[in-house]
C-alpha cells in the first residue's frame, strides 16, 4: 500500500513553456499532498501543501503565480510549471498524506520528475 | 526558530554498524520520521517513533529522547546498497514536517 505516482518522470522543454507534473495516489485517499523541489546535493525544500478542494499554501518565496497547484480529486495533483526558465530546473518530488496506516501523519512520495528547461 | 541538525556525511565499512544522529528543536512533536533516499530518487520511508525507546526493523533501528531532543538511526550489517542519503524529519504542532538537510552515509568495501 501507499503507493505514489508521478508523471512524467523526466522532461526537457524549451524556456518560455509550460509544463505540467502529474501526482496520483494509488491506493489510497491523499487528504494532503506536498510539492518539494530539490537541487543536486541539496536537501528537500518544500515549495507548498495542497489540501483536496481548496486553495495551495505555498511556502515563502515560492511564487504562486508561477507554480500554479491543482488538487482537484483525493488522489490527483498537478503541479504547472509556467513560463519555465532554465533557473527552474530540478527535481521536482510530491508526496501524499493521507489515513491509510499508522502512522497517517506520514507522507509517501513519488518518485519524482526531473525538468530540464533549455 | 525550527532546526534539525543532523552531519552532512558519514563513512562506515561493509558490514559494520553505523549510527547516525539528529537533534532537534521545533514548536511541538508529534513524531520524528527517518527516510531513506538514493541520489537521484525520491525518499523513502524507514522508520517512524513517537514514543521514547528503540524500534527495530531488520537491520534498521531507530531511536528517540524527546527530553533530549534527539534521535538515532542505527545501520547494522552494512551493505553496499545502504549508500544513500538519510533523511531525519519531525512533525511539528501543525502536523508539518520539518526536514533536516540529510546524511550521506558513504560505504566502503
Known amino acids: 500500500g501507499a503507493v505514489v505516482s508521478q508523471h512524467p518522470s523526466r522532461v526537457i522543454c524549451k524556456s518560455g513553456t509550460s509544463v505540467k507534473i502529474e501526482c496520483r495516489s494509488l491506493d489510497f485517499q491523499a487528504t494532503t499532498m506536498f510539492w518539494y523541489r530539490q537541487f543536486p546535493k541539496k536537501s528537500l525544500m518544500l515549495m507548498a501543501t495542497s489540501n483536496e478542494g481548496s486553495k495551495a499554501t505555498y511556502e515563502q518565496g515560492v511564487e504562486k503565480d508561477k507554480f500554479l497547484i491543482n488538487h482537484a480529486s483525493l488522489t490527483l495533483s498537478t503541479l504547472t510549471v509556467t513560463s519555465a526558465h532554465p533557473e527552474d530546473s530540478s527535481f521536482y518530488i510530491c508526496s501524499a498524506r493521507g489515513d491509510i496506516q499508522p502512522p497517517d501523519v506520514a507522507q509517501y512520495f513519488g518518485p519524482g520528475t526531473r525538468l530540464l528547461v533549455l | 526558530g525550527q532546526n534539525i541538525d543532523q552531519p552532512t556525511e558519514m563513512t562506515a565499512t561493509e558490514g559494520a554498524i553505523v549510527q547516525i544522529n539528529c537533534t532537534y528543536q521545533?514548536?511541538?512533536?508529534?513524531?520524528l520520521f527517518w527516510y531513506q533516499q538514493h541520489a537521484g530518487e525520491a525518499p523513502t520511508f524507514l522508520s517512524y517513533n513517537v514514543l521514547d525507546g528503540l524500534e527495530e526493523k531488520g537491520r534498521f533501528s531507530s531511536f528517540l529522547s524527546r527530553s533530549k531532543g534527539y534521535s538515532y538511526l542505527l545501520l547494522k550489517e552494512l551493505q553496499m546498497k545502504d549508500s544513500a542519503s538519510y533523511l531525519c524529519a519531525v512533525v511539528d504542532s501543525n502536523y508539518q514536517l520539518i526536514w533536516g538537510a540529510g546524511t550521506k552515509l558513504i560505504i566502503k568495501p
Open positions: 521545533t514548536s511541538g512533536f508529534n513524531g
